[in-house]
């Protein structure tokens, strides 16, 4: 081996040396992110406003659509904007059967009409359902044209959903349906929203739980208080935490529960968490608040802390930072000059 291939070679393998403290290599894991796909606010100009929700999660090695929005071309438009490729999803969860959730559904199975539709179930529910036929009574005294099925029904009665063929798993109850990803299934009491079922998407990360809500029809402290089973610490929370017409004294209650009682360390609102909520929990939070509005990604790295990014790669931590800051400073930071002046030496030494 000549002396300039081993000069060569002891460049090379110092610059590896330093790769790892740097760690800038793009073709690691994917960045972990929650990208707003619809929502009512924003500053992407490329994105649509409208009233509804849905996020993209990449998280865990997965790619979860949650929710689709209220107006499907509106949906569509706005996953093109940001080159979201639906046939590449894991799974999509539908959080609830109104429409400013789930109308964009049609679209998605336009693209992808085998993936994978978590929605919760209900007794008699738009995405399909089930009943025993002992649900309603029978009477024999009926001649058979009078009668159900000519009074031989099938043991269990199948419903249709809006989406025939589509690739529904119901979901009844709190379910892991991944490793460390759990839908979280709650009621409503509220009025106007009583027996509404609602799922929620809580993933468990190193850094704690980062919870996906939709409308938090069943309350958002319910909400919480079942991913805290999972793990106390909530890292994140973000979608709709249904206060868009709440009263000030309801907010601020709330807005301390999550601060004080759950000590919830990130907090991203969107969608109908409402106004006032916005403003209350951006003064409790401070720059734990993540800003939100469509067509923005939020890092879920350990140093997310209140900081809004756009799909730039993953951001440093400090003692990497502090090791890139150092080398920044001088001015041949991976001695690329020293090296060549190396291999200018040794050439000229071979060669007398």
């Known amino acids: 081996m000549t002396p300039c291939v081993k000069s060569f070679l002891a460049g090379a393998l110092a610059v590896v040396a330093l790769a790892p403290a740097v760690r800038i290599a793009v073709a690691a894991e994917p960045q972990s992110r929650i990208t707003i796909l619809y929502d009512a606010f924003g500053n992407d100009a490329s994105m649509k406003k409208d009233w509804g929700f849905s996020a993209l999660v990449e998280i865990a090695g997965k790619r979860i659509l949650f929710d689709t929005g209220d107006n499907r071309d509106i949906f569509a438009a706005n996953v093109k904007a940001k080159g979201v490729d639906l046939t590449k999803l894991d799974f999509v969860v539908v959080s609830h059967r109104h429409g400013d959730h789930m109308a964009g559904l049609s679209y998605v199975l336009s693209v992808n009409p085998n993936v994978k539709i978590y929605a919760p179930k209900e007794a008699f529910g738009i995405f399909g359902s089930s009943l025993p036929s002992s649900f309603y009574r029978k009477d024999g005294s009926l001649p058979s044209d009078m009668r159900y099925y000519d009074g031989t029904p099938p043991e269990v009665m199948q419903f249709g959903t809006a989406w025939q063929g589509a690739n529904f798993e119901l979901i009844d109850k709190t379910t892991e349906v991944a490793p460390g990803i759990t839908l979280i299934a709650l009621v409503s009491d509220a009025p106007g929203t ?99 509005g469509v067509g923005t990604s939020l890092a879920l790295g350990p140093n997310m802390g209140g900081v809004e990014r756009r799909g730039e790669g993953p951001a440093l931590d400090e003692d990497d930072m502090t090791t890139y800051r150092k080398l920044a400073s001088r001015e041949d930071p991976f001695g690329v000059r020293a090296r060549r002046a190396q291999t200018r030496l040794a050439t000229s030494e071979s060669a007398k």
């Open 194 to 292: 009583k027996e509404l079922k609602e799922l929620s998407l809580a993933v468990n990360t190193p850094e704690g739980i980062v919870l996906v809500v939709g409308c938090s029809h069943p309350g958002i402290e319910k909400i919480v208080e079942a991913a805290a089973t999972i793990n106390p610490k909530i890292r994140l929370i973000a979608g709709g935490f249904h206060l868009v017409a709440a009263q000030d004294d309801a907010i601020a209650k709330i807005v301390a529960s999550l601060k004080n009682t759950f000590k919830v360390e990130n907090i991203a609102p969107g969608h109908c968490t409402g106004e006032p909520t916005f403003a209350a929990l951006k003064r409790a939070f401070g720059s734990s608040y993540v800003y939100a």
